[in-house]
């Protein structure tokens, strides 16, 4: 099993900027990719970014290009996604995911392991 714990939401006024962070625990490999997702009330759950097992290839969801930026520390077992720019339009619960593969895609459903996830609002 693999367990992961998202941090860093919080209210944020538009404009602003966080950074949530993601720790993996259990039977996790540093080289497998990781992604980020969000969910907004009423809406289905979407892809906002991911990354390959040794870093070298990052996707972003074309919301998320320019303002967003994802990035591991495979010491820590840690993903990041640096968020900046905010708008209303990003308040969503944030999950990171990890799928036991080094490659990074897009689709959800082929990640295996969830978060919780960590609350984002931004406020206009």
């Known amino acids: 099993q693999v367990q992961l714990v998202e941090s860093g939401g919080g209210l944020v006024q538009a404009g602003g900027s966080l950074r949530l962070s993601c720790v993996a625990s259990?039977?996790?490999?540093?080289?497998?990719?990781m992604g980020w997702f969000r969910q907004a009330p009423g809406k289905e759950r979407e892809f906002v970014a991911a990354i390959s097992g040794n870093g070298g290839t990052t996707l972003y969801a074309d919301s998320a290009k320019g303002r967003f930026t994802i990035s591991r520390v495979n010491a820590k077992n840690t993903v990041y996604l640096q968020m900046s720019s905010l708008k209303s339009e990003d308040t969503a619960v944030y999950y990171c995911?990890?799928?036991?593969?080094?490659?990074?895609?897009?689709?959800?459903?082929?990640?295996?392991?969830w978060g919780q996830g960590t609350q984002v609002t931004v406020s206009s």
């Open positions: 259990g039977r996790t490999s540093s080289n497998d990719a």
């Open positions: 995911a990890t799928r036991g593969r080094v490659i990074a895609v897009t689709e959800p459903t082929l990640y295996t392991y």
